[in-house]
């Protein structure tokens, strides 16, 4: 299995074409359709129908389709994060939680930025997610909103899992500046 069959995989299965992946790829249809071979070969599945009107995923297909675009979220990340850079360049790599109170935490915090030249990432993610980004060194900063009726509990697994730990009861979008508190 390789990154390139992978690509022409998420390259079909958005297009729901051959030729039109083809072209998004800038290569032929037999390579690219002989990469989705290799996939189904590769799992033992089929992943396509074809039809003239185009390719539809099989259930199979759509499950293979998301875990092949996490992977490939993920080595985009990681290219965003560490292609290209440079030492004075600054850098926040956020995780949040799906919920509007994470953007506007990051929109919050990038208007406080006061560098001439910095580099930033958001990626809205499941809370389990936005824990393990945080964990593994690809996010900087993991932000969740916290349901009263969860609380406790997930008050619970932030301390066995964050070093660090901030709350505030309106929402991070509302500071002016963020400090780090370690949690004992």
């Not at 406080?112 to 993610?125: K, P």
Request: hydrophobic letters at 40%.
């Amino acid at each position: 299995m390789t990154l390139q069959q992978m690509k022409c995989f998420v390259a079909v299965a958005d297009s729901g074409s051959i030729s039109e992946a083809a072209k998004r790829l800038f290569a032929a249809q037999s390579s690219v359709w002989g990469a989705v071979q290799a996939v189904e070969s590769h799992y033992g599945i089929t992943a396509f129908l074809r039809s003239p009107k185009g390719v539809t995923l099989t259930g199979e297909g759509k499950e293979l389709l998301i875990e092949f675009k996490g992977i490939l979220n993920r080595l985009y990340y990681l290219d965003e994060r560490y292609e290209g850079r440079k030492e004075n360049n600054h850098g926040l790599y956020v995780s949040a939680q799906h919920h509007i109170c994470g953007m506007d935490s990051f929109v919050s915090i990038l208007k406080s930025v006061e560098a001439e030249e910095y580099h930033v990432g958001f990626r809205e993610s499941k809370t389990s997610e936005a824990f393990e980004q945080v964990e593994k060194g690809l996010a900087d900063l993991g932000i969740i909103f916290l349901a009263e009726q969860s609380k406790g509990q997930m008050m619970q697994e932030l301390r066995g899992r964050c070093s660090a730990i901030h709350g505030c009861m309106r929402g991070l979008a509302d500071k002016v500046s963020l400090y780090r508190r370690e949690y004992q």
